[in-house]
């Protein structure tokens, strides 16, 4: 990207907002505020030692949860109900009684509203080894946890309860993760959540907009499309950190945090239901080339916060229009003890962020792709 257009504009040092057309949000830039000196809050850098199976984790194979349950000895993966839960397949509903409890018997509709939510939630151990995180792992492991998702999102979109399926992991105490052992969790819930709802209308407005030209038209399809068109033509305007046959990381234009990213199918696959094997494997190799960039960056246990957006069951009315994805948000800023925050004017008005896109881009690309404890 020019430093400078004609009339003295600079993306580097000038502010500006960025549209995300995922969500209908803005995004304030200001490249400049990067400079200002940093007094505040300082983490504790995530470079601690952990044995490969800890006695007293709740996750290791063979261990006691804390709910007194043993875990299976396992050798892979291993999935089990989450013993918090978040939600819960069978309770009642809320009814208007119960609403005039909270909310005053005379309380109007519009102002007081209540629904039921209904699930389950489980957790999915990526690994035995407690020391490892998923960019230590071999990419025939990484490859048995996107099969574990398959089978997982499979199993639970044949359930008629189940409305939506969210994959994630919260990696790192600075993500509030509760258990270094490596994995994740699954929340299915009867409702699609806000988020991926937003994004959802995002891809059927783009579809319809653009059905004259193209029935099948889609934002993220033409969204990758544009960034290797971008990245094509220069360094100074790619937004890629890596990418293979099948599948991109990019920087996203409007990223929030400073180090987000986004993995996106190169062609149009609404859910990992419809990974094949080959399809698999360069999955399973752009998440272990992100993530190990990640924590090359730093020199640490990179923390973030992922997740899979696609469609929101495999018999979902709307899963044609969905395209496979996946979103990172790590908190780190300027180090390994440096953060963002989410506060101020990003709580009142909107996000705002100070390194580019480019410059966060730039940066992960630089990074080697062997990782650093190798």
């Excluded at 000038?14 to 200002?36: D, E, I, M, Q, Y």
């Excluded at 109900?81 to 978040?86: E, G, I, L, S, T």
């Excluded at 008005?349 to 650093?372: G, K, M, N, V």
Aim: overall charge negative; charged content about 20%; some cysteine.
């Amino acid at each position: 990207m020019a430093s400078l257009d004609e009339e003295g504009f600079s993306f580097s040092d000038h502010s500006h907002r960025r549209f995300n057309p995922l969500t209908g949000s803005w995004v304030l830039c200001s490249p400049h505020r990067a400079k200002r000196p940093w007094l505040g809050q300082v983490e504790e850098a995530a470079r601690e030692q952990r044995p490969a199976h800890d006695p007293a984790c709740f996750l290791c194979p063979g261990n006691k949860r804390a709910t007194g349950t043993t875990n299976d000895c396992y050798t892979s993966t291993y999935v089990f109900p989450n013993d918090y839960a978040a939600v819960h397949a069978e309770q009642p509903d809320c009814s208007a009684d119960s609403l005039a409890l909270v909310a005053g018997e005379n309380a109007s509709s519009d102002l007081f509203r209540v629904e039921s939510a209904r699930g389950q939630c489980s957790v999915i151990c990526f690994s035995p080894r407690h020391d490892l995180t998923l960019p230590e792992l071999g990419l025939d492991e990484i490859c048995q946890i996107i099969r574990t998702w398959q089978s997982v999102y499979h199993e639970l979109s044949a359930n008629s309860g189940i409305a939506y399926i969210q994959i994630f992991e919260n990696k790192g105490a600075a993500m509030g993760c509760s258990n270094p052992h490596p994995h994740g969790q699954v929340w299915a819930l009867s409702v699609v959540p806000s988020e991926p709802a937003k994004e959802i209308e995002s891809l059927k407005a783009y579809r319809q907009a653009h059905m004259s030209a193209n029935p099948n038209a889609c934002l993220l399809c033409a969204y990758v499309s544009a960034e290797e068109g971008n990245a094509a033509a220069g360094e100074q305007s790619s937004r890629l950190v890596l990418q293979n046959k099948s599948f991109v990381a990019l920087v996203p234009f409007w990223a929030t945090w400073p180090f987000e990213t986004m993995i996106v199918a190169k062609h149009h696959i609404a859910s990992i239901a419809d990974l094949c094997e080959p399809k698999i494997a360069d999955l399973a190799e752009i998440m272990q080339g992100l993530t190990c960039r990640y924590d090359n960056l730093f020199q640490c246990s990179f923390p973030y916060s992922m997740g899979l957006h696609q469609a929101p069951t495999a018999t979902h009315p709307d899963a044609a229009c969905c395209h496979l994805h996946m979103h990172f948000y790590p908190p780190l800023l300027r180090s390994a003890t440096v953060r963002k925050f989410l506060v101020g004017f990003e709580m009142m008005a909107e996000p705002q962020r100070d390194l580019t896109a480019e410059q966060a881009a730039s940066r992960l690309r630089a990074q080697s792709p062997t990782h650093y404890k190798s």
